[in-house]
C-alpha cells in the first residue's frame, strides 16, 4: 500500500513538472514544428528579413497586421539629444525589474524607456509594442545609432507580438530592463537577444 503512494506521488511529480516546463515555451499552443527560422516583413518603405527569429506563420501574419495598423508615427524630441537620454537610462542602471514600474524603486523594460525619453521632453507610450509604432523603422541592425529603440519579440508568455523594448547605446550593446537583472547593459549579439531582436526605431533624425 505504501509503494503505491509514492508510485502515485511520483507519478503526480512528473505531470506537474512536464507542465511548469512546457509553460516557460515562448508562445503557448504553437508547437516547435509549426515555427520556421527567420521572417521577411514588406512595408511600404521597405522590405527587410529577420534571419535569428524563429516566428511562426501566425505570428508573421500578427507583424504584418501590426505594420499595417500605423508605424513609424513621429516624435517630438524637441532639444532633447540621444546622448542626454542614454545618460538618464544609465542613471537607473541596477534598479529591479517590475511588471509596470516607471521610477527608481522598480521598473519594467517599457518603462525605463517611458522614463529614460519622458525625463528628456519626449512623450512615449508605457507599453513596448506601442512604442514601436514611434520613429522610423531600421531594419538592418547594423545601421543602428545611440539613442534608437530595439525591440524583441517572445521574451514571455502574452498574446502580444513585440514583448520587449530598450535603448540602443552605441558598440553593439543595449540598455534595458531585465526581469533578472533589472536595469543593466547586454550585448544585442547576445544569444538569448540575438535570436529575439525584432527591429530597431530611429526617433532622433
Known sequence: ???SGIYFFLLVAGVLLFIAACSHRA???ISDRDRSSGATVRIPQATFRLPDVS???SERRRLELFMEEGIEQPVAVGKATPAAVIETARGYLGVPHCMGGTTT???DCS???FRAFGTNGITLPHSSEEQARYGRIIADREMLMPGDLVFF???YNTSRLITHSGIFIGEGMFIHTSSRQGVT???LDDPYWKERYLFGTRVFE
Do not use: D, F, K
Open 1 to 3: 500500500m505504501r509503494n
Open 27 to 29: 508562445q503557448p499552443g
Open 55 to 57: 516566428i511562426s506563420a
Open 105 to 107: 524603486r522598480c521598473m
Open 111 to 113: 518603462g525605463l524607456v
Open 153 to 155: 519579440v517572445q521574451t
Open 185 to 187: 547593459i547586454t550585448p
